[in-house]
């Protein structure tokens, strides 16, 4: 590894077979080229202090030794390094979300930056796709037949996917976007080192093209398991046995997309980091994540649910006062038909979105960083490398461009 936040490979992986026992040294280790602790001539241990009398017994307190949050008396390690927003050592979840938040905190300028810029223009192509660009929901019979009920039904789901396309693409683009960025300011926010705008972009920029790649393939990875899913119930006729069949195809389609995806949660940050390819981020995402997938689940369940938690809450409000506002909608609401909304509520409502999306993208991308970060500090003593990196006294020293070999 080498001093700056661009992670390189490290070679000949030590995830294959290595695990959360990778031994560390009880204390840092003086720097190379540093004077001994002791001087050549230094007396015998029992002549280090003069003898002296006996003396008052001093009253007796908390035995030397971890006491809460830290060492006392200087026995035991030392505390545990914290150059930047996190302690480096394996992490908990309280500590990566804690992590995340504190990138938020201490970079805020260059990170709203991001998340503002990039909100402000998925949401404006994303407001003029709605208006101009998706067609209008078709109208619905009040009192329709049985047959009319069933062609309504696949109109509005035709209509309701057609114009989810957009909304999904542009999403897309702002999540490749952002987390190109943030993955950078993440990584200099855990060597304690300031980061702006301008060395996010020159940092990301070469890795864009991969990026890219990467960004496409997982859903499309994603919709064609769930195609392969769906589609022995789809060629059969409508009886009730092969709907059947298509909700299991289904359903055992989501599982395995959901298994890959945990699988590879920890490329986007591979390829950033260790200047790796789109296939090779992959594989390096699967070996940072077996043998602990239900772990990563968990929190990325966690933090989605989080994310969504606060989205509701801001976005909640900026709907009720955008129906307020738009009385079309409001009306085709309440008439039961379907709604055509205006100009006011696509505002209002695109607002409520780039404030939650400035507040829930840092912490999403802090998150999928940290796990990263976690899973090569607990399997390959990152932690050490991140020591040196950050100037952490007692650590060695690295100078730009050193990457330390591991077998």
């Known amino acids: 590894m080498n001093d700056t936040p661009g992670w390189a490979s490290p070679g000949s992986s030590p995830s294959d077979g290595q695990g959360a026992d990778v031994p560390r040294p009880a204390e840092p280790t ?22 002296t009398a006996p003396g008052p017994v001093p009253p007796a307190g908390p035995a030397p030794g971890w006491n809460g949050d830290r060492y006392q008396d200087g026995w035991g390690r030392p505390p545990v390094a914290k150059p930047g ?12 979300l804690d992590g995340a938040v504190s990138t938020l905190r201490a970079h805020w300028r260059t990170v709203l930056g991001i998340t503002l810029t990039v909100s402000v223009i998925t949401q404006i192509g994303d407001i003029l796709f709605q208006r101009y660009l998706v067609p209008a929901p078709p109208r619905l019979s009040a009192d329709p037949t049985p047959e009319e009920a069933l062609q309504q039904s696949v109109a509005s789901l035709k209509s309701s996917l057609i114009s989810l396309g957009p909304t999904t693409l542009i999403t897309l683009i702002g999540t490749f976007v952002t987390t190109a960025l943030l993955t950078i300011v993440i990584s200099r926010a855990v060597l304690g080192r300031p980061v702006t705008l301008s060395d996010a972009w020159r940092e990301a920029r070469p890795r864009l093209p991969q990026l890219l790649g990467l960004t496409l393939l997982l859903p499309a990875l994603s919709a064609a398991v769930m195609a392969i899913g769906l589609l022995p119930g789809l ?66 369940t966690l933090t989605m649910l989080l994310m969504f938690i606060i989205s509701m809450i801001i976005a909640i409000p900026f709907t009720i006062i955008a129906f307020a506002v738009d009385g079309d909608g409001l009306g085709g609401l309440l008439t039961g038909t379907a709604p055509e909304f205006g100009w006011a509520f696509l ?26 970060v976690d899973q090569r500090i607990r399997r390959e003593a990152l932690d050490l490398e991140l020591a040196r990196a950050a100037g952490v006294p007692g650590y060695g020293s690295s100078s730009p461009g050193d990457t330390p070999s591991r077998s």
């Open 85 to 96: 927003v996190i302690p480096l050592r394996p992490l908990g979840v309280g500590e990566i």
């Open 235 to 300: 060629l059969l006729d409508d009886s009730p046995a092969d709907v059947l069949l298509t909700a299991l195809g289904g359903i055992a389609a989501l599982v395995v997309i959901v298994w890959l995806l945990v699988r590879f949660s920890l490329s986007y940050s591979a390829l950033m980091l260790e200047r790796q390819g789109v296939f090779a981020s992959l594989k390096r995402s699967a070996k940072l994540v077996q043998g602990a997938w239900w772990r990563i689940f968990g929190i990325l």
């Open 30 to 51: 003086d720097a190379p080229g540093a004077p001994s602790k002791w001087s050549a001539n230094q007396p015998p241990a029992a002549q280090w202090s003069p003898p």
């Open 347 to 372: 505002i209002i409502t695109g607002i409520g979105a780039i404030i939650a999306a400035s507040i829930t993208y840092p912490i999403s991308s802090g998150v999928s960083v940290l796990l990263y």
